[in-house]
Nanobody, 124 residues
Framework: QVQLLESGGGLVQTGGALRLSCIAS????????MGWFRQAPGKEREFVAA????????AYADSVKGRFTISRDNDNNMLYLQMGSLKPEDTALYSC?????????????????WGQGTQVTVSS
């Protein structure tokens, strides 16, 4: 399985922007559909965005559509999440995840590989 490590989280004001990064190792990154999920305190983990193996297809949760952009760089084994117009309700631990089978998914149990997460806090 691919190993994943996130970075780029932090504290930002409402309306601000952050870019999260996820570096992959240990397997062929381009074989994996990748996703971002988040979990706020006291809430279940929820889908944020997913991207196909080549980067040609993407999917977003309605709550982030138009504000967040997922992208990938297969040559450098990198996954990104550009976040803009941030709101306090975006505060959560953000994790990247990988699934070796083709096809986008918004289900966390479809993704066997996970990073440990990076905290994003949006102040009001």
């Amino acid at each position: 399985q691919v190993q994943l490590l996130e970075s780029g989280g932090g504290l930002v004001q409402t309306g601000g922007a952050l870019r999260l990064s996820c570096i992959a190792s240990g397997s062929t990154f381009g074989f994996y559909v990748m996703g971002w999920f988040r979990q706020a305190p006291g809430k279940e983990r929820e889908f944020v965005a997913a991207i196909g193996r080549s980067g040609g297809t993407t999917a977003y949760a309605d709550s982030v559509k138009g504000r967040f952009t997922i992208s990938r760089d297969n040559d450098n084994n990198m996954l990104y999440l550009q976040m803009g117009s941030l709101k306090p309700e975006d505060t959560a631990l953000y994790s990247c995840a990988g699934k070796p089978l083709a096809g986008l998914s918004n289900r966390d149990d479809d993704f066997p590989s996970w990073g440990q997460g990076t905290q994003v806090t949006v102040s009001s």
